[in-house]
């Protein structure tokens, strides 16, 4: 894979953990479910996954 197709892949997997860290955050501030703040490891543990590779 060439360098700028990396680089378009890693800015659409960013950009789409943000979108589902954004949408997480909203329902869960709805609900008052404050537990859901554990997944911001998930969100961590997945772009550091992304940039290792």
């Excluded at 501030?29 to 290792?52: A, C, H, N």
Aim: contains cysteine; proline residues 0%; hydrophobic residues 55%.
């Amino acid at each position: 894979m060439s360098d700028n197709a990396v680089k378009h892949l890693v800015a659409m997997f960013a950009t789409i953990i943000c979108v589902l860290a954004y949408l997480a955050g909203y329902f869960s501030g709805q609900l008052d479910w404050w537990w859901t703040v554990f997944s911001v490891l998930i969100i961590y543990g997945g772009i550091y996954r992304l940039m290792s590779k």
